[in-house]
């Protein structure tokens, strides 16, 4: 089996018990955090290029930082959501993993973006509400900033962003990505599929 692995506190939980069990699966980590954690506890990780085209994964396995009734994702605090939002894309089961204080009624700001440093200044100026993280860049090398200004509608947000030159990629990961959130809660594990799951 080919599972993909996020980054951030979910990906290292997740990451003793899976090795704990011996599977026979083979990892596409996000981060080198991830791959360097994988490999030191024996689990099998292959970089992304390496894979057969077009690349396809059994499931993807990540946290995120708030999910609406929706499904919709914000994802990056990590300033990963790039690699995280590709690999997810590549899977055929996106499972994420969130505790409850990360269920919301509607996503907010900050939303992570990753920007080309090429035409830095002239980016920030178009994006207006945004701030730069005093943080590394993203595992490529792109420039790791938030999107601060508050919004209803994040499939619009989603969708201004993505047109706006340097931007590489933002934070919001639509609900059809999705197949199934496993949410923990005091009494056990909720188990919720966006109405719009990836099936």
Known sequence: MLVGLGTGSTAADLLPPLAARDLDITCVATSPATSQAAQALGITVVSFAGLEAPPRLDMTIDGADQVDPAGWLVK???????????????????????????????????????????????????LRDVRLREVSHSPDGGVIADYLAEFDDPEALATWLSTQPG????????????????????????RRAPPSAKL
């Open 167 to 190: 931007v590489v990629e933002h934070g919001l990961f639509p609900a059809s990505m999705v197949a199934e959130v496993l949410i923990g809660r005091a009494q056990g594990v909720e």
């Open 76 to 126: 990056g605090g990590g300033g990963a959501h790039t690699r995280e939002k590709t690999v997810a894309a590549a899977a055929d089961r996106f499972i994420v993993i969130v505790s409850s204080n990360k269920v919301v009624e509607r996503l907010s700001p900050p939303i992570p973006l990753e920007l080309a440093e090429f035409g830095l200044s002239g980016t920030l100026a178009r």
